[in-house]
């Protein structure tokens, strides 16, 4: 089992749609956890960590669930500028953090 | 400020001949990690470097892979004898390395090698 899975997509959406991705982690002792962004041939960059009460920020909210071992990122109000590949960030347990192959997302006009 | 620097942003290489590639971390970021993307796959880690101590080489896919940092601040990752397989995009990222809790990475725009 991959230490971080989260499924390639593409995920093509309409404008304005609610979109959802899981990534699912195998290492138990994992604290960080982290959703990026990344443009096509372009460096990934946060987009925001995950914490345990779960987070929002503007359109995009991340949650745990430690039980099952998963983070999930909703985006609401999808825009064409959402367009990218999301890359799930788990931490190892240690300084190293290990990356998903990401979901692909494509908002269509 | 300057963010993640890296160069060359392109390399093309001959099979077998050896590449250097650098990195420029942000001024005063004391982590610095090199990863490695594959066309339509996830970063793979490489090579961690934290202040002075010695650095994280688990990574490093075999030992054609050496990697340093100078005074803390600017790093090369060299590969020798280069092979097709090693065509991919190494990407550079800094942090401020503390302790106790997650640092944001941030990267640099990588250098895409092309091993012919």
């Known amino acids: 089992r991959k230490e971080v899975e989260q499924d390639p997509g593409p995920f093509n959406v309409p404008e304005g749609a609610t979109v959802a991705f899981n990534c699912t982690y195998s290492n138990s002792a994992s604290q960080s956890f982290f959703w990026y962004r990344q443009d096509c041939r372009k460096e990934p960059k946060l987009l925001m960590s995950v914490y345990s009460s779960g987070n929002e920020d503007g359109r995009f909210t991340a949650q745990l669930n430690r039980a099952s071992q998963y983070i999930s990122l909703l985006i609401r109000d999808s825009k064409l500028s959402d367009s990218a590949t999301y890359l799930c960030v788990v931490d190892s347990g240690t300084y190293k953090y290990i990356f998903g192959t990401g979901t692909r997302l494509k908002v269509l006009a | 400020g300057a963010g993640v620097s890296q160069s060359p942003s392109n390399k093309v290489t001959e099979k077998g001949k050896d590449v250097e590639l650098r990195c420029d971390p942000i001024s005063g970021h004391t982590a610095l990690y090199w990863y490695r993307q594959s066309l339509g796959q996830g970063l793979e880690f490489l090579i961690y470097?934290?202040?002075?101590?010695?650095?994280?080489k688990s990574g490093l896919p075999s030992d054609r892979f050496s990697a340093e940092r100078t005074g803390g601040s600017v790093s090369t990752l060299t590969i020798q004898r280069t092979q097709q397989e090693d065509s991919a995009v190494y990407l550079c990222?800094?942090?401020?390395?503390?302790?106790?809790?997650?640092?944001?990475?941030?990267f640099g725009p990588g250098t895409r090698l092309t091993v012919l």
């Open positions: 990222a800094s942090s401020l390395g503390l302790a106790g809790s997650y640092n944001e990475q941030f």
């Open positions: 470097f934290q202040g002075n101590s010695a650095p994280d």
